[in-house]
């Protein structure tokens, strides 16, 4: 069995109240899967409920990884927020298609074109 995972990151790269977006590089396999739900649940904790999760640094994405968010849409939306993604790569894109997920977890071209037309509200 090949070990395909690259160096994985997770970073916070803009805040703005309940808004948090963070960049993904490397692959989101098994073995990274758990650091995604980490940091984003503890984004969560923190108020920062509408999460953008900027894809585009992101090589790889099994089944391990598609749970990971699932799991993160699932505690954004129980804080009252919201999980979009953006600059997917296109395997991920069709596993979210293929499986129904698209309709969950929605894919937008860019972290820009997210903000372009959400804004959470201060109290949100």
């Given at each position: 069995m090949?070990?395909?995972?690259?160096?994985f990151r997770l970073n916070l790269a803009h805040i703005d109240g309940p808004l948090a977006i963070a960049t993904l590089t490397g692959d989101l396999d098994l073995h990274t899967a758990p650091g995604l739900r980490?940091?984003?649940l503890e984004w969560i904790g923190q108020g920062h409920h509408h999460l953008i999760l900027d894809l585009r640094g992101v090589g790889f994405?099994?089944?391990?990884?598609?749970?990971?968010?699932?799991?993160?849409w699932h505690s954004a939306k129980q804080?009252?927020?919201?999980?979009?993604?953006?600059?997917?790569?296109?395997r991920l894109t069709r596993m979210l298609t293929l499986t129904?997920?698209?309709?969950?977890?929605t894919?937008?071209?860019t972290a820009q074109d997210v903000?372009?037309?959400?804004r959470p509200t201060a109290d949100a």
């Open positions: 090949t070990d395909v995972t690259e160096e980490t940091g984003a994405c099994d089944s391990s990884g598609l749970s990971a968010l699932i799991g993160v804080a009252g927020g919201a999980l979009e993604l953006a600059a997917a790569p296109d129904g997920l698209d309709s969950l977890l894919v937008h071209p903000l372009s037309t959400h």
